[in-house]
């Protein structure tokens, strides 16, 4: 390399665009020796001469800058346009090479945009160095320009990729719905917050352990046919099942399973989302009992409809009598049959008026009040009233009404004798309601099956009142039992 630092201006001319020369340059064996060796360096390399006129580059130098630079005319770098890192333009005058050369010394690490004449740019940095003679006197420099750019994109598309992944992991952890990953053998190895809401358990104890803890001992069966599908490359979508909390209760969920690649496209695991759909699972249920109740309802609506016109035409002495008491008394059932119905809000919320119990029972029991055939009251009513929470208004009324219908239609409402006591007190923090028939048809072989309004009563007392109720059936008639909490059921 002596040549290149002894005699800057005698390099042996390239071949072909190349080959132009400065005057007066004279050849040497070194040069032609120093020059091939920087022409078979891998990276781009050019030299000028104190003034900053390029005297010599390589060929990785011109693809580089995407043109040949004119030696001994094109200053300082042989770009056509060049750039900092921000997009802010850099002119030839102001570069790292002139730099060097101005304040004569090494720059090192700048990094430098070189936009080629086709618009297409190529980062690099850049290493200038001034060069010497042996006085000492600054006779050229050497600059070596190594392209970054395709370790700049992978760079930024690592950033970008990671980036996403934080976003991704961000919106994982922050979902309402629970969301795992497991290897191929079932067991977890990630766990978010929504699992965590959704399951009961941390991610601590779950993560190294199987997948199965979720899963109720008569599904255990689904997990091996799961992952065959997943090893197939196949996604379950929207999958309808019930898995298993930490505490041992049930919980409906739909779930979405999704293969895991590695980079190499190999299939290592699973991703699954699991979705809460208890209270659409509710929902549903609730609507196939008011469809069945609906059913029943109508059905019951025309059973008492002709037992309160067979009952009226019995008092009535003439047709007018008739229609007016058939009117009346068909007006009070329409009243009572609204009390029974959910009444809800645009949002779907109930919002059932407070009323007290005791107004509750003369609505419902309207229709059938009056004097049985010794002149006793056909409905009587004790002990202290209560006033309902809203939420609980139209559960009673359905009670109610259902004990009536059915005495109406089989007991002691269903003959001019019968009539009905009802009974209420307080204890101990229980409130009961007696419901006693007498007058009725006479029980001899009662049966130990139940109709729908005897279930659809059983199943509002546990589920809605929190309560018990019983049935006792005696020759002389009927006696129903109800017992539920009183904060359960009063408005404070």
Known sequence: MASLVDQMGSATPLPGALDERIPDRALNGQGRDSDAILQSLPVAVYTTDAAGRITFYNEN???LWGLRPELGKSEFCGSWKMHWPDGTPLPHDQSPMALALKEKRPIRGMEVIAERPDGTRVLFITYPSPLFDASGNLIGAVNTLVDITKRHEAEQRVRESEARYREIAAIIESSEDAVLTKDLNGVITSWNHGATRLFGYTA????GKPVTILIPAERQNEEPTILARIRRGE???HYETVRQRKDGSPVDISLTVSPVKNPQGKIVGASKIARDITDRRQAEQQQRLL??????????LFALASGVVAFSARSAATPEELSSAVRHRLAALARAHALTLPVTSEGGRRTDQSTTLRVLIQTILLPYEGRTDAGGPRVAVSGPDLRLAGSMVTTFALLLHEFATNAAKYGALSTPAGHVRIDC???DGQFTLTWQERGGPRI???TDSEGFGTMLARATVKDQLRGNISREWDPEGLTIRLSVP???????
């Open 235 to 237: 996604r379950i979508d």
């Open 61 to 63: 130098a011109a693809q």
């Open 486 to 492: 009183r904060d359960r059921v009063a408005s404070e």
């Open 291 to 300: 469809l069945r109740e609906m059913d029943h309802r109508v059905k019951n």
């Open 444 to 446: 001899d072989n009662p």
């Open 204 to 207: 601590d104890e779950t993560i």
């Open 425 to 427: 007190a307080e204890a």
